[in-house]
């Protein structure tokens, strides 16, 4: 389709080098505090600060960057790459580091909790340099705080890599950062109607497409086929990849699909699992349109609003503006 599936995915955007061969550098933080140069994202409880009163591109609101001189005391720091983005406010080539703060450490930088504002809410209007660099950021540090122990023998572990891996003082077992792959899938039937689900965490009338973890020993198509059965009923075939989209929420990275119904499988023959969705329903173009109000479609950031658009055929404009919608 001419209508863009790709562009319209804001946490696939990235313009930094992410500079692999300097994270073991010896005394690499020492240096990087050193040089004034250096900037700083500064991270609390998934959140970040703004700059006052900047614009990047486009207008586009900036993340508030530090020197590392005025940065409070940070519980984990790791080194994100350079800067490729030429329409910065810092000059290509910067270093960027992220810095997680403790309560206390943000309070004092910023005392306004709302003032700390979380990726869902900034997502599409950032630019690809600081969409990207807000991605990688909360992604790393959702990640050390669910490692902060070895899962081989409990001992606490201590940060390497520049924040990129951490070691066991014990055993000398090293990890490294994972990623949980889902796939998400957008089902037609014989009249090109696509299938809605609500979750039970959701709102009643919240609806989105289907979408499931890839289990161990699976391929992508095969975790399409077996997870929409699970939670739909129903059998579909010739999946079909579309594009991915990281979602660091906590540490996902999406891979959307498109499914159709399987020869005599029957639309109708809808079967919710009861446990993580309760309701299906399909909808054609124009009943997705005219729904208006009436249901609550997937947030901008998410990769289930650009498939949706993208079989719609145009951007979703009706209906309530979702920021903080799943997936």
Known sequence: MSFSFTARLPLSRHAVDRDHETRSQPGLFDELWADAGTRVLVL???SVLLAPGGAGPAHAPRILMLEPSTVPESTVRVYLGRSLAEDAVEPVGTRLVAAVL????????????????????????????????????????????SHTHCPRCGAATTVESAGWSRLCPVDGGQVFPRTDPAVIVL???????ILLGSNALWENNRY??????????ESLEAAVIREMFEESGLRVTD???????????PASIMFGFTARLADGQLPTALLPD??????????SRDELRASGASIILPGRS??????????????????????????
């Open 208 to 217: 989105s497409l289907l979408a499931g973890f890839v289990e161990p020993g």
């Open 187 to 193: 089902i037609t039937d014989a009249d090109d109607r």
């Open 102 to 145: 403790a309560d206390e450490a943000a309070h004092v930088l910023e005392p306004d909790p709302e003032a700390w504002l979380s990726l869902r809410a900034l997502a599409t209007t950032l630019s690809d340099r600081d969409a990207g660099l807000f991605t990688e950021a909360l992604g790393l540090a959702n990640w050390h705080a």
């Open 274 to 283: 009861g446990e993580e969705i309760l309701d299906l329903r399909w909808f």
């Open 302 to 327: 998410s990769i289930a609003r650009a498939i949706i658009e993208v079989w719609l055929g145009e951007p979703i404009d009706f209906g309530p503006d979702q920021v903080h919608g799943w997936r």
């Open 44 to 46: 609390w409880r998934g």
């Open 239 to 249: 999946p079909v990849y579309l594009g991915s989209q990281p979602w660091p929420f």
